[in-house]
């Protein structure tokens, strides 16, 4: 660990998370905080003294934030209608999910939702471009990112269970992502088990820093 780097991490905590605050337009808090600490890091470890000031350097680093508002605004801006939809599908598949064992198909999505087939799949098409830039919005999925400080901590904290969950549920550390099922008969878990565990690790992603 290069302590200095962690040392002007540390001292500019503040200074990170007012950024990330101010950064955080049409974008959840959390994701921008994660993208902040990335940079602030990649900022102290390029770092030296004879630049300037740290923290003029580091604001600078993390101007590149304001790009997150963009590409964020321009995948989730839905009509309402449609996101009431999408969540009301997001709700049904992960009750389904833990009922079935597996992911539910788009027939039953439909029996359970009472939209049409066709609705259906355009729902599913419409969450996936909301998702592209990040699985966190709709839980319980992950940020695939081995890099990110704020994932690491979580993980750290973990259960060793849950970090298995979270290694085979996401291939979070380079490990396998595996079916649920699979998950479920490594860990001598139930199908509910196994969604009560994700739904919590990702309650704790979602927290995002103290």
């Not at 064992?101 to 909301?130: A, Y």
């Not at 904290?157 to 396998?176: A, N, Q, R, V, Y």
Request: aromatic content about 6%; some cysteine.
């Amino acid at each position: 660990m290069n302590t200095n780097v962690e040392t002007l991490l540390k001292e500019h905590k503040n200074l990170i998370e007012a950024e990330a605050k101010r950064y955080a337009i049409n974008v959840p808090l959390v994701m921008v905080q994660i993208e902040a600490h990335k940079l602030a890091r990649k900022a102290a470890e390029t770092y030296t003294p004879a630049t300037g000031k740290f923290s003029t350097h580091l604001v600078n680093s993390l101007k590149k934030l304001s790009r997150l508002s963009t590409q964020y605004g321009s995948t989730v801006r839905l009509p309402e209608h449609t996101q009431f939809g999408i969540n009301r599908l997001n709700q049904t598949e992960k009750s389904l999910e833990s009922q079935f064992g597996r992911p539910p198909t788009v027939s039953e999505l439909s029996d359970h939702t009472g939209f049409n087939i066709k609705m259906v799949n355009n729902l599913l098409r419409n969450r996936k471009s909301t998702v592209s830039f990040t699985n966190m919005l709709n839980t319980p999925t992950f940020v695939n990112s081995a890099n990110d400080e704020w994932l690491r901590f979580v993980y750290h904290d973990l259960s060793p269970k849950d970090k298995l969950i979270m290694e085979h549920k996401t291939g979070f550390g380079g490990k396998k992502a595996i079916s649920n099922e699979e998950i479920c008969k490594k860990l001598n878990i139930t199908p509910a088990q196994l969604t009560s565990r994700i739904n919590v690790i990702s309650d704790m992603i979602n927290r995002g820093w103290k």
